[in-house]
């Protein structure tokens, strides 16, 4: 149950993460108050996953489960780059939380 509390922690991440690109430096006011509350869970579903898992391992996959949303996202709604070795270092990073998954 805690690897699925993590996801959903992650997912929330990426929530945050392209929020703040809707704040406009936190001068919108929905789009902030949305951004704070996908923070706030994000942050309260991590503490929760961390009673079982490891530290450095919830924080890891966390943090790769943000960063690979916010890259997909950032491609498909913003029209970023989507160069192979972009998306190569994307896939280390999902390669690395796999690791940590499957040896924690």
Do not use: C, D, N, Q
Not at 66 to 83: P, Y
């Amino acid at each position: 149950m805690s690897w699925l509390i993590l996801f959903f922690a992650g997912l929330l991440e990426t929530v945050w993460a392209v929020g703040l690109k809707y704040t406009e430096g936190f001068s919108r006011f929905w789009p902030s108050l949305m951004t704070l509350a996908a923070m706030a869970a994000s942050l309260w579903l991590l503490s929760i996953a961390m009673k079982t898992l490891p530290l450095g391992t919830a924080y890891a996959i966390w943090t790769g489960i943000g960063a690979v949303g916010t890259v997909v996202v950032g491609i498909v709604l913003f029209g970023e780059s989507a160069a192979v070795m972009r998306l190569l270092s994307v896939a280390l990073i999902v390669t690395g939380m796999a690791g940590l998954k499957l040896f924690s």
